[in-house]
């Protein structure tokens, strides 16, 4: 069989591989990324797929025989906050290099990947005398395997490059058989490889858009060194979600879905329900936290949009008296998906009275950076990464769930969603709306969610903010808006008079995939007239500010 040609048998498992990627009766080319702990991971694994070629990431430290099993056409090296210095630092299994020669696979190390194919092979990596960090011009070679071809701002065959760099160790001697490509203007080796080996390394990182042509040379890796094919389809995509989804329930079983009226439950709901039909039972669940209106709105969209069966069921009061007094942002999350689970778990005791069988299945709209944000969850093997924040619907789920988890979006990102959504005719109306975290306002309400009204006053301010941006014509070209609730209140003068009133932020972003986020810069006058119009109708706040605060180092939600 050929590198990079699946043809797994269905009872082949792999622990952070999909099924579909094993189950697969197709010839896809795969590029395997191994996650060393770097906060752009996932990032690398993103713009691979951008260029139509499947990527899955799995922690560094898996045994060699799960890295055979997905047969990978290119292995990439992520980069990492260790020093390959550091006693038990992360490092490849044994056997991995002579794996990858002898199956003429192409590999590339990234940061600390590239330090790690310098250490492991021979080569020496000492702590830099200049550690480099942020935007560096590097002088590239033209005619590398790495950087030929490109022949814009080439000069007597070298070619000088701005990238982001992130580095405090830097390579001191090369392993046999490589040399250098490029280098920054300090001297610093920034890019080695190895021909004969098809073994490559870059010190920056090529996946960000601080490094403008990072993305050609990925490209070059992936096509014209690793020889791989862009055939990750989406058609493709969802037939294998839709056959996962039927052999995941069986000809009997029945399920529930948990509806937000967002785009990842709205694609989950009728992806399974083109899978299995009239056993899919869905239900919409109010739990108080959620923006004005909603409830109404949602439910309207539902009857209209997607002709789906679905139960409201207004569970507000036993959401919000178990989240009375809690403040810490990890516990609202623990409590609001156990909650939502005893709510499923209610439900589906009605439909066993109403059906004479209990639905099995549970059906949630999981998406990777869910996951990706949860690590390690319990069980996936990650070692190197550090949780940012549980998603209700990942780490805050409990241990003695009566459900069986089917999450059919579970390994891609959002923009491949409302592909997946598009495909199976779902309205535009449901894909172009911003998304909506699972614990609702709870995460944009900071600190006691059932203190001063500050659900009534952050619905307010929410809607005003969103109906201005739509009044602008802004909504579309936002990944995503809202407004946060403060635990601070400040002095101000209304109407003549002294004030200590709340204070709320508002936040809009623009994103790909929501892994990266930047802040969108509105008109000045546009926040002039929004904040006007929160003082002067939402009583009780004198104080509007707006985050300009990208991702990372922030998170999308405060919480």
């Known amino acids: 069989m050929a590198t990079g040609e699946m043809t797994v048998t269905e009872s082949e498992t792999l622990q952070g591989v999909p099924p579909s990627v094993l189950t697969s009766s197709s010839k896809r080319s795969v590029v395997l990324v191994l996650d060393f702990g770097s906060q752009y991971t996932q990032l690398i694994t993103r713009r691979i797929r951008e260029l139509g070629v499947y990527s899955v990431s799995l922690p560094a430290g898996v045994p060699l025989d799960q890295i055979q099993a997905v047969h990978p056409t290119i292995v990439v090296l992520s980069g990492g906050p260790n020093s390959v210095h550091e006693e038990?630092?992360?490092?490849?299994?044994?056997?991995?290099?002579?794996?990858?020669?002898?199956?003429?696979?192409?590999?590339l190390g990234i940061c600390y990947g590239m330090q790690l194919i310098v250490q492991t092979l021979g080569g020496d990596v000492a702590r830099a005398e200049a550690q480099e960090y942020g935007r560096m011009d590097i002088v590239a070679d033209g005619d590398s395997a790495l950087f030929g071809g490109g022949d814009a701002g080439k000069v007597e065959g070298e070619l000088r490059q701005t990238v982001w760099m992130s580095h405090g160790d830097e390579a001191t001697k090369l392993p046999e058989g490589f040399k250098v490509v490029a280098r920054s203007d300090q001297g610093t080796v920034v890019a080695i490889e190895c021909t004969a080996r098809k073994i490559f390394g870059l010190q920056y990182h090529p996946e960000v858009?601080?490094?403008?042509?990072?993305?050609?040379?990925?490209?070059r890796v992936v096509f014209d060194i690793g020889g791989a094919h862009a055939d990750w389809q989406m058609q493709e995509v969802l037939d294998e979600a839709i056959s996962a989804v039927q052999a995941a329930v069986g000809p009997v079983k029945?399920?529930?879905?948990?509806?937000?009226?967002?785009?990842?439950?709205?694609?989950?709901?009728?992806?399974?329900?083109?899978?299995?039909?009239?056993?899919?039972?869905?239900?919409?669940v109010d739990n108080g936290l959620l923006r004005f209106e909603e409830q109404q709105r949602v439910m309207a969209m539902f009857d209209a949009d997607l002709h789906l069966p679905v139960t409201c069921v207004d569970a507000s009061d036993r959401f919000l008296s178990k989240l009375k007094g809690v403040t810490d942002p990890e516990k609202k999350r623990r409590i609001i998906g156990a909650e939502f689970i005893a709510v499923f778990d209610d439900f589906a005791t009605k439909l066993e009275e109403e059906l004479g069988h209990r639905p099995e299945c549970l059906v949630q709209g999981t998406l990777y950076p869910d996951v990706i944000e949860s690590c390690p969850p319990p069980g996936s093997g990650k070692k190197h990464s550090h949780t940012i924040k549980s998603h209700h619907n990942v780490g805050g789920l409990p241990e003695n769930m009566r459900f069986t988890l089917v999450e059919p979006l579970k390994w891609l990102f959002k923009d491949e969603v409302r592909k997946i959504g598009a495909l199976l005719n779902v309205p535009s109306s449901f894909l172009s709306r911003h998304p909506f975290p699972g614990p609702g306002l709870a995460v944009r309400v900071l600190g006691d969610v059932c203190a001063d009204g500050a659900l009534d006053t952050i619905r307010q301010v929410d809607e005003i903010f969103i109906n201005a941006i739509k009044e602008a014509g802004l909504y579309d070209q936002i990944w995503q808006a809202f407004a946060v609730f403060l635990p601070v209140r400040s002095?101000?003068?209304?109407?003549?008079?002294?004030?200590?009133?709340?204070?709320?932020?508002?936040?809009?972003?623009?994103?790909?995939?929501?892994?990266?986020?930047?802040?969108?810069?509105?008109?000045?006058?546009?926040?002039r007239e929004v904040s006007a119009r929160i003082c002067n109708s939402v009583s009780g706040v004198n104080r509007v500010v707006y985050d300009i605060t990208s991702k990372p180092p922030a998170t999308v939600e405060w919480e």
Not at 88 to 107: C, L, R
Not at 262 to 271: E, H, K, N, P, Q
Not at 494 to 516: K, W
Request: charged share 20%; aromatic share 8%; glycine share 10%.
């Open 491 to 527: 002095v101000g003068v209304q109407g003549d008079r002294r004030t200590h009133s709340h204070v709320v932020a508002l936040r809009a972003i623009t994103s790909q995939d929501g892994m990266t986020a930047d802040w969108f810069e509105f008109d000045t006058k546009f926040l």
């Open 88 to 107: 038990g630092s992360p490092t490849v299994p044994e056997g991995f290099f002579d794996y990858v020669i002898k199956g003429n696979i192409t590999v």
């Open 209 to 219: 858009t601080h490094t403008p042509r990072g993305m050609e040379t990925l490209r």
């Open 254 to 284: 029945h399920a529930v879905c948990a509806l937000s009226g967002g785009v990842d439950s709205t694609v989950a709901a009728t992806l399974v329900h083109k899978a299995i039909g009239d056993r899919l039972h869905c239900i919409f």
